[in-house]
């Protein structure tokens, strides 16, 4: 699945919606299925090595989960509070 939005970028409906039917999943399954995370995490910050800083993987505020966004399948992670989606 690749990038598609955020919630700032979407409406309250959709989100509620989409967080309605979430499970939460794990990082590695997050991994396994979302395209481009590598590139995410280095444009919000993180590093892709624990020897150079705190990566995505290790940062305990972040949950990752698996719903639906206006009806497609989804994954998406919680970041400061903001859902990032993947379809």
């Known amino acids: 699945m690749l990038y598609t939005t955020c919630c700032i970028h979407s409406t309250g ?3 509620n919606a ?15 299925n979302t395209e481009g ?3 995410w ?4 910050g993180y590093v892709l090595h624990p020897s ?3 990566t995505l993987k290790r940062d305990w505020h972040v ?6 966004y ?5 994954y998406y992670l919680t ?5 990032h989606i993947w379809t």
């Open 41 to 44: 995490a280095l444009a919000m």
């Open 79 to 83: 970041h400061s509070a903001i859902e």
């Open 52 to 54: 150079q800083g705190l």
């Open 70 to 74: 206006n009806g497609k399948p989804c």
């Open 13 to 15: 409906e959709a989100i």
């Open 18 to 32: 989409m967080k309605d039917k979430a499970r939460e999943i794990t990082y590695r399954t997050f991994r396994k």
């Open 37 to 39: 995370l590598d590139d």
């Open 63 to 68: 949950g990752y989960y698996k719903s639906e």
